[in-house]
């Protein structure tokens, strides 16, 4: 009797183990487990979880690469310093940054569906993107009215759009997008003792209905109203100047060399033109879904929006690459390192 009810416990403790480890297995992670108010831990595969960060890195990699060629290209060669390019710089590194900084954060962030940096890390990188953001569309709104002036106003371009009130703009604009940004988190509450969360481990700043109305108007209608009324008038300037030319070069007049200038001009601004249009197309809807908080929109969705905004990032090298001929020849001097030879920098690059 001992013996089978040995064998008894013995097949019971087994058992009971058994059910213990499925139970342990089937029960739900948490961020921090030790923490009653810890967030939940998504559970993902190994696969995906190799195949999830292979991804983020390749189009970190990429964005990064590819504005660095931009970044080269402008600051070396000495054709290219010219005011319009300083900005296209300025822009490329608000690019290359956030591919160096958001996006390999976000990636964590998103994959391991948990924050392990802390509150101060996270509110340095709320700050840090909502300053990449803002720079970015700073930029677009300077390369809009550069070339508004550069087409509606060609006589008066070099006498106030110049490459040193370029700069002064430039860093007047990172510097107000940077006061801005630590603002906006610093007076949400997110470094106070007080900050509170809908669980401890994640990474979000929970602003006032005020500040969202404010960064509604100041970081949104504004610049992309300015940014689009700018650009129809522009577009209407380029059709006009675009369709005079063409009907006196086949009247067979002639054609002055301004008005070859300003037909330049003008495809310039068609191809910046659509740089605007890929960035705002990329970053209107997740910027609309992010002050929204409709119930009806998915964190699914708001993901695959928060990546096409990364995405954009690296696009605009490849735009360049498209229609700048200028860009071609550029990347192939740096990759042959032809850069490095004396005198380089004083290559004409547009012939």
Same mark, same amino acid.
């Given at each position: 009797?001992?013996?089978? #009810?040995?064998? %008894?416990?013995?097949?019971?403790?087994?058992?009971?183990?058994?059910?213990?480890?499925?139970?342990?297995?089937?029960?739900?992670?948490?961020?921090?487990? +030790?923490?009653?108010?810890?967030?939940? #831990?998504?559970?993902?595969?190994?696969?995906?979880y190799t195949i999830i960060y292979l991804l983020v890195s390749l189009l970190s990699a990429w964005t990064v690469f590819l504005n660095?060629?931009?970044?080269?290209s402008i600051s070396h060669f000495k054709k290219l310093h010219t005011p319009t390019n300083m900005i296209i710089l300025s822009l490329?590194?608000?690019?290359?940054?956030?591919?160096?900084?958001?996006?390999?954060?976000?990636?964590?962030?998103?994959?391991?569906?948990? &924050?392990?940096?802390?509150?101060?890390?996270?509110?340095?990188?709320?700050?840090?993107?909502?300053?990449?953001?803002?720079?970015?569309?700073?930029?677009?709104? /300077?390369?809009?009215?550069?070339?508004?002036?550069?087409?509606?106003?060609?006589?008066?371009?070099?006498? #106030?759009?110049?490459?040193?009130? @370029?700069?002064?703009?430039?860093?007047?604009? $990172?510097?107000?997008?940077?006061?801005?940004?630590?603002?906006?988190?610093?007076?949400?509450?997110?470094?106070?003792?007080? +900050?509170?969360?809908?669980?401890?481990?994640? =990474?979000?700043?929970?602003? *006032?209905?005020? &500040?969202? !109305?404010?960064?509604? !108007?100041?970081?949104?209608?504004?610049?992309? @109203?300015?940014?689009?009324?700018?650009? /129809?008038?522009?577009?209407? !300037?380029? +059709? $006009?100047?675009?369709?005079?030319?063409?009907?006196?070069? #086949?009247?067979?007049? =002639?054609?002055?060399?301004?008005?070859?200038?300003?037909? *330049?001009?003008?495809?310039?601004? /068609?191809?910046?033109?659509?740089?605007?249009?890929?960035?705002?197309?990329? &970053?209107?809807?997740?910027?609309?879904?992010?002050?929204?908080?409709? @119930?009806?929109?998915?964190?699914?969705?708001?993901?695959?929006?928060? &990546?096409?905004?990364?995405?954009?990032?690296?696009?605009?090298?490849?735009?360049?690459?498209?229609?700048?001929? $200028?860009?071609?020849?550029?990347?192939?001097?740096?990759?042959?390192?032809? !850069?490095? %030879?004396?005198?380089?920098?004083?290559?004409?690059?547009?012939?």
């Open positions: 009797m001992k013996g089978q #009810k040995g064998e %008894q416990n013995k097949l019971l403790t087994g058992g009971d183990s058994l059910m213990a480890y499925e139970t342990e297995d089937q029960e739900t992670q948490y961020c921090f487990p +030790h923490i009653n108010s810890s967030c939940v #831990k998504e559970k993902r595969s190994r696969h995906e660095l060629l931009v970044i080269i490329a590194v608000a690019d290359l940054l956030t591919g160096l900084i958001g996006i390999p954060i976000e990636g964590i962030k998103q994959i391991e569906t948990c &924050w392990y940096f802390g509150d101060t890390f996270c509110g340095l990188y709320v700050i840090t993107v909502r300053l990449l953001l803002s720079a970015s569309l700073s930029n677009i709104v /300077l390369i809009a009215i550069d070339r508004y002036v550069a087409v509606c106003h060609p006589l008066l371009y070099p006498q #106030k759009i110049t490459t040193t009130k @370029t700069l002064i703009s430039i860093c007047m604009c $990172w510097f107000c997008c940077s006061v801005y940004s630590i603002v906006y988190v610093i007076n949400n509450g997110f470094f106070n003792i007080s +900050h509170k969360t809908l669980c401890y481990g994640q =990474c979000t700043v929970m602003f *006032s209905p005020a &500040w969202r !109305i404010a960064d509604l !108007i100041c970081s949104f209608l504004l610049p992309c @109203t300015l940014i689009i009324t700018v650009y /129809l008038r522009i577009f209407y !300037i380029v +059709h $006009w100047q675009v369709k005079v030319i063409n009907s006196l070069m #086949k009247g067979g007049k =002639c054609v002055t060399e301004s008005s070859v200038r300003r037909k *330049s001009e003008s495809k310039a601004a /068609l191809t910046l033109g659509i740089i605007v249009t890929v960035y705002l197309f990329c &970053w209107i809807p997740f910027y609309i879904c992010s002050l929204t908080k409709m @119930t009806a929109i998915t964190t699914t969705t708001i993901t695959f929006l928060t &990546w096409t905004m990364f995405v954009s990032c690296g696009l605009n090298p490849l735009i360049y690459a498209l229609f700048y001929r $200028w860009f071609k020849i550029s990347v192939k001097c740096i990759i042959t390192l032809r !850069i490095l %030879q004396p005198a380089s920098s004083l290559m004409d690059i547009f012939n």
